[in-house]
């Protein structure tokens, strides 16, 4: 299956102020359509490119570095996009989420306090969850373009801590991104629709 570059869902301005339109034009534009190029490449020298992208993550984790990088960055990016919205954030989650949320992680303000430490503590590169693992909700961190997919969970929130995702808007203040992202960006109701799909 060809990786594609999806559009974004939402105009460039519309995260404004808190993803600006600079970010989405290179974060998107440039840095997700090189993943997509690269990984096409790499996917068809590599005989997998009839497979789904989360099976070519699965299959080249360990095994082909170089697709790996691309593969596995093209899917964390894919779905984050959809991970946000203009006027996300904040804590009306839906119930089910809500509930989840409460008995897995001590409630939403544990779950803000442990995903925004997630991201801060991430060395370099990297990528910070929320994942459904043997049933329940987890907060992990992961290196480069690496996911919860291959470490058996499934990822239904992702947020990037690759500096080309924040530092035109906030240089080097990663935790005040964070802060951000979950006050002000996170689209819950696609979180909840990716509770919904690893629980069932």
Known sequence: MAFELPPLPYDYDALAPFMSRETLEYHHDKHHKAYVDNG?????????????????????????????????????????????KKGGGGKSLPGALQKAIDS?????????????????????????WLSVKDGKLAISKTPNGENP?????????GVDVWEHSYY????????????????SLINWDYVLERYEAATK
């Not at 096409?40 to 992208?53: F, I």
């Not at 082909?64 to 779905?79: I, W």
């Not at 803000?112 to 910070?128: E, H, I, L, N, R």
């Not at 035109?168 to 006050?183: G, H, S, T």
């Open 40 to 84: 096409n490449k790499l996917a068809e020298e590599a005989g997998l490119a009839g497979l789904s992208l989360e099976e070519i993550v699965k299959k080249s984790y360990g095994t082909n570095q170089g697709l790996f990088n691309n593969a596995g960055q093209h899917y964390n990016h894919v779905h984050f996009w959809k991970w946000m």
């Open 104 to 128: 897995d992680l001590g409630g939403y303000d544990k779950f803000k306090a442990d995903f925004v430490a997630a991201g801060t503590t991430q060395f370099g590169s990297g990528w910070a």
């Open 149 to 157: 997919l291959v470490h058996g969970a499934e990822p239904i929130l």
């Open 168 to 183: 035109i808007d906030y240089r080097n203040a990663r935790p005040k991104y964070l802060e951000a992202f979950v006050d």
